[in-house]
């Protein structure tokens, strides 16, 4: 089913030296009345204005939104179902004097959705702590003998977050034995809604939320809006002098992004203003996090998160305690905050080791093994792998194979793995179909857990293959690389690389613009860093420098040759000069 062309052992053997190396797809172009009206309306150029309207922005007043993201622009938090209650018993605790528990979940989402909650909450009442679980000892979401010990301690309320959804039978468990439970989850929903106080979740059929793809924090944050507000009408802050909520929004960004949510919508406004919040590096915690990733004084975009901070914060919770992630996001002082940095900054070296082993283990068995040339996905287990690495295992194989893929840790007979998919497969919806083979499963479209009997693996690869054959046409599986619009090399300026800045930040669902430029010259490649091409691309009327990162394998087949190329600009700053970069993404010889 599979292109001969894309195959798994050509990937992981030499990974012959052909380009171009994906398929391109040239994105439609709208309405030229429309791209004329952007234009004109906001000073841009057609470029840009085609650029806009690929992410699916359809009127004037969408493109406002779009361009510059605002907190007024948030849809009250209310039209979540549930809201209204969720919000009136956590003021009755508050009232009453009742400890209160915030339960999240241990990656970057669930961390900063615990630290927002705990730290707002903290200025209402003394009597608000938080837990989180450990990832191999309890692994996901509600436990019993954690509801148990809850009710040792006189816990009167538990407000779950980043999870609970699917706790059925722990929040029935818990109400059995005195203990309301708020959850404010984003995952998908089951047939049944547990009998918590309050569900809050906008993948509720029944929530008329308009947005749909908040990540946990997201749905926090938005709890705290409500939570504020209704403490205002009733005067809880007799001098007015309440919490500044958009003080919060650099924690919110580093969970939206961490969750690879959508940056659109409201995401898109966290991310926005959260990462000249994360720049400005007022919060000690995030700070001693920059300098501990060797980005401090530099502007944070959604890259310089995604590889340098996120990971820090996320590798706590895969391989030691996510509560030491906690306490640097709320530690008050640079002095308390840099050995926590420091110590993540560790977990994440041995995280970075461990994946990398993992990955060369697999890739040495796919391209020892033929026959896994024609599978439709990968699904790989092993005693050997812990279980806080293998998502991101899984991760780098979809990358680089374009195929839904399942890494599982096992233990005593039992296997924790993670999935990730590509952008034509839901893979939630996958595991729906293999569910009697499965202990449990969670997720949403793009990334899922599972446990299974280590038995039922082969007959669960075999069956999520065959979902796949019948779901996904072949092509959607081979590596794509999608462009915006296709332009010349003179078009490529200052001006307009500072009018792209306008549409980050960048993401899943507002991905980092692509450009095509046809019949130009590759001159004077080199190899440097680890493994980077370096080239000057030449027309008769302009040039530019231009870096493929990680493509020093092509060396030979550039230089002097015609190339198309697709690439994105952007500004290179080095040694305090900067001049305009194109990052390639792939580029075809010419005849």
């Known amino acids: 089913m599979i292109k001969k062309e894309n195959n798994i052992k050509d990937e992981c053997m030499a990974r012959e030296e052909r380009l171009p190396v994906t398929q391109w797809k040239l994105k439609d172009t709208g309405p030229q009345n429309m791209e004329e009206s952007l234009a004109k309306e906001f000073a841009i150029s057609r470029i840009i204005s085609q650029l806009i309207m690929n992410r699916k922005v359809s009127s004037l007043e969408e493109a406002h939104r779009y361009l510059y993201p605002s907190l007024n622009d948030l849809h009250s938090p209310f039209l979540m179902q549930d809201m209204k209650k969720g919000v009136s018993?956590?003021?009755?605790?508050?009232?009453?004097?009742?400890?209160?528990?915030?339960?999240?979940?241990?990656?970057?989402?669930?961390?900063?959705?615990?630290?927002?909650?705990y730290k707002f909450i903290k200025e209402l009442t003394s009597k608000v702590s938080y837990y989180i679980p450990d990832r191999v000892q309890e692994g996901y979401g509600l436990k019993t003998p954690v509801i148990d010990e809850f009710k040792s301690k006189n816990v009167k309320l538990i407000i779950t977050v980043d999870c609970g959804i699917s706790d059925i039978e722990q929040i029935a468990y818990a109400k059995s034995i005195g203990i309301d439970t708020i959850v404010l989850d984003h995952h998908e929903i089951s047939d049944q809604l547990p009998d918590a106080v309050a569900c809050i979740n906008p993948a509720r059929s029944d929530c008329s939320f308009p947005f749909k793809h908040l990540a946990g924090v997201g749905i926090a944050f938005n709890f705290l809006i409500a939570l504020r507000g209704t403490l205002r009408k009733e005067g809880f802050w007799k001098d007015d002098r309440y919490p500044n909520l958009k003080e919060y929004l650099d924690v919110v960004a580093l969970g939206t992004i961490g969750d690879i949510a959508p940056l659109v919508g409201e995401n898109r406004i966290f991310a926005k203003i959260g990462l000249e919040l994360i720049t400005?590096?007022?919060?000690?915690?995030?700070?001693?996090?920059?300098?501990?990733?060797?980005?401090?004084?530099?502007?944070?975009?959604?890259?310089?998160?995604?590889?340098?901070?996120?990971?820090?914060?996320?590798?706590?919770?895969?391989?030691?305690?996510?509560l030491d992630a906690v306490h640097l996001l709320l530690a008050e002082n640079l002095e308390e905050a840099r050995p926590l940095a420091e110590k993540l900054d560790l977990h994440n070296r041995r995280r970075q080791a461990m994946e990398r082993d993992i990955l060369n283990e697999i890739l040495g068995k796919l391209g020892a093994n033929p026959d896994l040339e024609n599978m439709n996905s990968l699904v790989f287990s092993s005693d050997k792998w812990h279980p806080g690495v293998v998502g991101i295992v899984a991760s780098r194989l979809v990358d680089l194979f374009s195929r839904p893929t399942f890494v599982i840790s096992l233990k005593d007979g039992v296997g924790k793995g993670s999935g990730r998919s590509v952008s034509d497969f839901n893979i939630h919806k996958g595991l729906q179909q293999c569910a009697s083979l499965l202990l449990s499963y969670g997720g949403h479209y793009r990334a899922a857990g599972i446990s299974i009997k280590e038995d039922d693996i082969d007959e669960f690869a075999c069956t999520l293959d065959e979902i796949i054959r019948n779901s996904v046409q072949s092509t959607e599986l081979v590596s794509q690389t999608f462009i915006d619009a296709e332009c010349q090399l003179q078009d490529i300026n200052l001006d307009l690389v500072q009018q792209i800045s306008m549409?980050?930040?960048?993401?899943?669902?507002?991905?980092?613009?692509?450009?095509?430029?046809?019949?130009?010259?590759?001159?004077?490649?080199?190899?440097?860093?680890?493994?980077?091409?370096?080239?000057?691309?030449?027309?008769?009327?302009?040039?530019?420098?231009?870096?493929?990162?990680?493509?020093?394998?092509?060396?030979?087949?550039?230089?002097?040759?015609?190339?198309?190329?697709?690439?994105?600009?952007?500004?290179?700053?080095?040694?305090?000069?900067?001049?305009?970069?194109?990052?390639?993404?792939?580029?075809?010889?010419?005849?």
């Open 280 to 322: 400005e590096g007022k919060r000690p915690g995030i700070k001693a996090l920059k300098e501990v990733s060797g980005i401090d004084g530099q502007l944070i975009d959604s890259f310089k998160a995604s590889f340098c901070l996120i990971p820090r914060i996320n590798a706590a919770g895969r391989i030691a305690s996510p």
């Open 503 to 591: 549409l980050a930040p960048f993401g899943c669902d507002n991905p980092e613009p692509i450009l095509c430029v046809r019949n130009i010259r590759a001159s004077s490649p080199s190899v440097v860093g680890n493994n980077h091409l370096k080239m000057h691309l030449v027309s008769n009327e302009a040039s530019c420098n231009a870096i493929w990162f990680g493509m020093g394998k092509y060396l030979g087949a550039l230089n002097g040759a015609n190339l198309d190329v697709v690439f994105s600009p952007q500004m290179n700053y080095w040694n305090g000069s900067s001049d305009i970069q194109l990052k390639l993404k792939d580029a075809a010889v010419l005849s």
């Open 89 to 117: 018993r956590l003021i009755k605790a508050i009232h009453a004097g009742e400890d209160v528990v915030i339960y999240g979940d241990y990656d970057a989402d669930g961390i900063t959705s615990v630290v927002i909650l």
